[in-house]
């Protein structure tokens, strides 16, 4: 469960609670009313993520110019990664590849520029 999701549990229970014992004060509906805005604001939240995730990472493509993939085996290279090369003639073709800790790709390609790059998806496994 969810950090929100406790919160807005405890909430439920503590609105619950008082109208329970039924106290007259506001603490009831205030309680109610917390616990509907998080949610609110939690189901916004996670839709303008995926929305931005979607349109900002080009689908799951992080740009080099952004960023390179982070350097963890051994420290001395990342791990493999589906990368875009784009050659001297605009052309593009995808790869998989690594990013080194001195800076470079495993490609030593005086025609091309890896642009992008992003995470292998999880491998096909039979049902």
Request: net charge negative; aromatic share 12%; charged share 30%.
């Amino acid at each position: 469960m969810s950090m929100i999701s406790e919160l807005v549990e405890d909430l439920r229970y503590l609105e619950r609670r008082e109208r329970e014992t039924g106290d007259t004060s506001h603490y009831a509906q205030w309680f109610k009313s917390a616990a509907d805005n998080i949610e609110e604001l939690s189901t916004k939240l996670s839709a303008a993520q995926m929305e931005r995730s979607s349109q900002y990472y080009h689908g799951g493509w992080i740009p080099c110019e952004e960023r390179m993939p982070e350097i963890t085996i051994e420290d001395r290279h990342s791990e493999d990664v589906l990368v875009v090369l784009k050659w001297w003639d605009a052309d593009i073709t995808y790869e998989v590849g690594w990013y080194n800790a001195s800076g470079r790709w495993n490609y030593d390609c005086e025609n091309c520029k890896v642009i992008a790059w992003r995470p292998l998806p999880e491998p096909y496994r039979e049902v």
